[in-house]
Structure formats: structure tokens, C-alpha cells
């Protein structure tokens, strides 16, 4: 049974890089597309962005300029990076598993529990 | 880009209740890129639908979803106390490539 575990720090500072890391365990990272998803506290889910296990990526337009994802399939891990962080990128971050095949979407199917990251001096 | 307009924001309803959710898209969506997920407090959302009607593995059969073009709709035929939470639409494939709904909280009343 494929698991997600996010990890990183749980506290960045004002205009710094936010790094978090995505261990994918069970399974493989191959032949899927990989995500975060973030919420900031008490509201909707957010878009981050995704890569697809060969390196391809795809990033929310309006998170674009700030967002970096990668993947290393020999750690079957992804990663997560947000540049110059304000208050309002605080929230809890999800990595998840998105299944696309033959034009078809199965959707996001396997999530980590979430890990929460704050902006704050 | 798609705007996800989910409604109601809250729904109150008892056990054994029907609840019919709402998602409209402010462009056509593919039928094929559209799912549904609910979420419970503290945990990571759990996909329930996908491809607008087809359940996730697992799902009970009391959750049904249906639509096409802009407007979809999730249906909890008769709710289980552990039905109440928060649902989310979300649509893949269109700019941007993917986006969630604002989502519907369905609370006992």
C-alpha cells in the first residue's frame, strides 16, 4: 500500500525559501504525476503545482513565479520549494499521488497526512 | 481560467438524510477530469469520485456523482454519521490545470 510522508520545517521566516520533501513508500515513483496541495487555516484546498515522475512539471499561475518542484525516482522522493514566503503562505501542505492515464483522470488518490508550515519572524 | 462555484457552503441535515451538493464550472469541464474528495477535520481529503461518476476504491455506494458540461452534483443517499465533513470538486486539465472548489459542509443539524 503506497504511503506519503511530508517532511520539512515546520517554521520559516518571512522571505525565505520554504523546502519540503514528499517520501513515497510501497511503491514506486514511477509512471505517476506528483502534487502539492496546500490550505491555509480554516479555508479551501489550493493547487500547487505537480511533476510527473520524469521531470515535467506544472505549476499554479498565480504561485508560478515562487514554485519549484522536484523529483529524485532513486530516493522516491519529490520536492517542494516556495520562494520568498509571506504570512499568507502559511498553512498545512499535502503531497499527494495523481493518476493520469490514456486521457483519463483518476484523480488524487493517495495523500499524506499534511504537514503544517508557518511564516513568522 | 475555471472558477469551481460550489453551493450550498453549509448544509444542515440529519442522519438518514439526503444530501445533494452542488459544483458549476465557470467553462465546460471534461466529464472525464472532474472529482470529488471529502475531508474531515485534521486529516488530508480522501478522493471519493472521479471522472464525475465513477467511485473511488472503497467508496460505499451511498455516494453517487453525475453531471457534465458546467454543472455536477454529488449525492450521499442517506447520510451516515461519518458523512459529515467537507467536500471538495476539483477539475483537472483546464487553465488553470487544476483547481478545487470553494467546498460544502455538510454538518448535523
Known amino acids: 500500500q503506497v504511503q506519503l510522508q511530508e517532511s520539512g520545517p515546520g517554521l520559516v521566516k518571512p522571505s525565505e525559501t520554504l523546502s519540503l520533501t514528499c517520501t513515497v513508500s510501497?511503491?514506486?515513483?514511477?509512471?505517476?504525476?506528483w502534487s502539492w496541495i496546500r490550505q491555509p487555516p480554516g479555508k479551501g484546498l489550493e493547487w500547487i503545482g505537480y511533476i510527473y515522475y520524469r521531470g515535467s512539471t506544472n505549476y499554479n499561475p498565480s504561485l508560478k513565479t515562487r514554485v519549484t518542484i522536484s523529483v529524485d525516482t532513486s530516493k522516491n522522493q519529490f520536492s517542494l520549494k516556495l520562494s520568498s514566503v509571506t504570512a499568507a503562505d502559511t498553512a498545512v501542505y499535502y503531497c499527494?499521488?495523481?493518476?493520469?492515464?490514456?486521457?483519463?483522470?483518476?484523480?488524487?488518490?493517495?495523500w499524506g497526512q499534511g504537514t503544517t508550515v508557518t511564516v513568522s519572524s | 481560467e475555471i472558477v469551481l462555484t460550489q453551493s450550498p457552503g453549509t448544509l444542515s441535515l440529519s442522519p438518514g438524510e439526503r444530501a445533494t451538493l452542488s459544483c458549476r464550472a465557470s467553462?465546460?469541464?471534461?466529464?472525464?477530469?472532474l472529482a470529488w474528495y471529502q475531508q474531515k477535520p485534521g486529516q488530508a481529503p480522501r478522493l471519493l469520485i472521479y471522472g464525475a461518476s465513477s467511485r473511488a476504491t472503497g467508496i460505499p455506494d451511498r455516494f453517487s456523482g453525475s453531471g457534465s458540461g458546467t454543472d455536477f452534483t454529488l449525492t450521499i443517499s442517506r447520510l451516515e454519521p461519518e458523512d459529515f465533513a467537507v467536500y471538495y470538486c476539483?477539475?483537472?486539465?483546464?487553465?488553470?490545470?487544476?483547481?478545487f472548489g470553494g467546498g460544502t459542509k455538510v454538518e448535523i443539524k
Open positions: 467553462q465546460s469541464v471534461d466529464s472525464s477530469y
Open positions: 476539483q477539475q483537472y486539465g483546464s487553465s488553470p490545470d487544476l483547481t
Open positions: 499527494a499521488r495523481m493518476v493520469y492515464a490514456m486521457d483519463y483522470y483518476y484523480g488524487m488518490d493517495v
Open positions: 510501497g511503491g514506486s515513483i514511477s509512471s505517476y504525476y
